[in-house]
């Protein structure tokens, strides 16, 4: 089974993505994290992020593997090298959506996210994984937030990841992901019709994940 998780920043998919993908037994895969890595690589070799045509080079060539860890954690190897912490790094957040905007970057990923989640059952979130990478996914859910709890959830993980960052930074960052994730031309951020819509902004995450669980059980 697939289970497709999309939503914007912030809205809490990662964190019930990762309870969910536990408690059924599925590979947990963020596929955020994978253009994460490319925009790391691509600062690392100080590679113009406007310059389309020299990244979509970096990610024919790069090698981005999720590996699942026995508490339900995932590590995000880059060229073999573990850069889960690196990747969350508040300049990766900056220009993520910028790289991730990129066509030749989302059909290069989107390739490889389809072959880890035909390995078998797994859970995966984004923002076009029901609408683009598995439109036929068993299961589909739109994870949402208000903009203000969005930016308050992401700058407390920022700050456990003793990360030196401001909330009004973070929640300007977020508007400016928003923007750019939901009016790009290829693989816009948006719910597909056959989704099940879920606002998070007052809900515990215990309380999320038990519905979720629910309609995963549903018809297998």
Not at 43 to 63: C, G, P, Q, T, V
Not at 76 to 81: A, E, H, M, S, T
Not at 93 to 101: G, I, N, P
């Amino acid at each position: 089974m697939i289970v497709a998780i999309d939503g914007p920043a912030g809205a809490g998919k990662s964190t019930v993505a990762k309870i969910l993908a536990k408690k059924l037994g599925f590979l947990y895969i963020d596929t955020g994290a994978m253009y994460r890595a490319l925009t790391l690589k691509a600062l690392e070799n100080n590679i113009d992020i406007n310059d389309e045509n020299k990244i979509n080079e970096l990610a024919l060539k790069a090698s981005i593997d999720l590996r699942g860890n026995p508490d339900g954690s995932l590590s995000i190897f880059l060229d073999g090298r573990d850069v889960s912490l690196d990747i969350r790094q508040p300049r990766i957040t900056r220009f993520v959506s910028d790289v991730s905007k990129i066509k030749g970057v989302r059909q290069v990923l989107v390739k490889m996210q389809r072959e880890l989640g035909e390995k078998g059952d797994c859970v995966l979130e984004g923002r076009d994984i029901g609408t683009v990478v598995f439109p036929d996914a068993q299961k589909k859910f739109f994870i949402d937030a208000s903009s203000q709890v969005r930016a308050n959830r992401r700058f407390k993980e920022l700050k456990g990841l003793n990360q030196d960052v401001e909330e009004v930074d973070v929640a300007k960052d977020l508007a400016n992901r928003d923007k750019i994730d939901s009016s790009r031309k290829v693989s816009p951020l948006r719910k597909a019709p056959d989704a099940i819509y879920i606002d998070t902004t007052e809900l515990s995450i215990e309380g999320v994940v038990e519905k979720m669980l629910e309609l995963c059980k549903e018809n297998g």
